[in-house]
């Protein structure tokens, strides 16, 4: 069993950064890939960045890549999303994820394929 904890969502303006957090039950942490998500009202969960939760690469949607950055705290067993120039558009709840790592493939951006969820962190950005 994996639990999920998430904070670091907010209000901000467009151009704004802001950093979430996912900390992930203790002994779990080496076992797993993370993703984040995030899901507008009336839209379906999409996926933002992912992979494996103890390091190496990771990965992003096209639309984030270069604005996005997920990072790790291996003493913390804690997963950051770092958000940099925010957009309206990308308004919604953001989630945090995990799944446990069977294979090499860390790189897995299909809500359906993932195990464990975080409560969910609204972020809106305004205009």
Known sequence: QVQL???????????DSLTLSCTVSAGT???????WFRQ???KEREFVAGGRASGGRSYYSDSVKGRFTMSRDTYKDTVFLQMQNLRPEESGVYYC???WA???????????QYDYWGQGTQVTVSS
Request: charged fraction near 10%; glycine fraction near 18%; avoid cysteine.
């Open 97 to 99: 994820a995990a799944r």
């Open 29 to 35: 942490f080496s076992l797993i890939v993370m993703g």
């Open 102 to 112: 069977h294979s090499s493939n860390d790189h897995v951006t299909a809500a359906s």
């Open 40 to 42: 507008a009202p009336g």
């Open 5 to 15: 904890v998430e904070s670091g969502g907010g209000t901000v303006q467009a151009g």
